[in-house]
């Protein structure tokens, strides 16, 4: 059985999703593929009614599937281990690069300490096995106030607040 899935804000979600193998027929529901599957059949599957979902491992390059990304509605980023921070990459692009508005999903060694920062990347879903998901993603919302650095999660960085301040305090 797969972690549960949470929300960024805490909220758990409902699994509508359909894992399928890469032998098996795909139906009308929402399926999820393999990132092999996605490459293979990328124009038959982007042709496809109902709802699309991948899953991108760490040695995967989404920009195989570029064409193939604004017809998904799910993309799941696996973590095979803490170290290993390939995915935050692979979300950056899809939300930045590739314009992904579907859910973006981190699964497999997903650490609380981690959290803030797949934010930033454009997270918006993770599967936790954590105790008490939801203080844990809500506390990781608010764990830094300012950024310095530019992310998917479109927040204003210091130095630029620091400039509207500086313009703004001559008025």
Do not use: N
């Not at 650095?149 to 204003?156: I, T, V, Y």
């Amino acid at each position: 059985m797969s972690a549960p899935v949470f929300d960024r804000a805490g909220r758990k979600l409902d699994e509508l999703w359909r894992e399928v193998g890469d032998d098996e027929a795909i139906g009308a529901e929402a399926c999820i593929i393999s990132f092999a599957r996605a490459v293979r059949e990328g124009a038959a599957l982007a042709a496809r009614a109902g709802r699309l979902g991948v899953r991108i491992g760490p040695a995967d390059a989404i920009e195989e599937i570029a064409a193939l990304v604004p017809r998904l509605s799910l993309i799941i980023v696996v973590f095979p281990a803490f170290r290993d921070g390939r995915g935050y990459s692979t979300a950056r692009l899809a939300r930045e690069r590739y314009h992904f508005t579907g859910q973006l999903r981190a699964e497999g060694d997903v650490g609380v300490d981690q959290l803030f920062f797949m934010m930033r990347c454009g997270f918006d879903a993770f599967a936790l096995t954590t105790r008490a998901p939801e203080a844990a993603l809500t506390r990781a919302a608010r764990r830094f106030s300012q950024v310095y650095q530019s992310a998917a999660d479109g927040r204003e960085r210091v130095a630029v607040l620091r400039h509207v301040d500086v313009e703004g305090a001559g008025e």
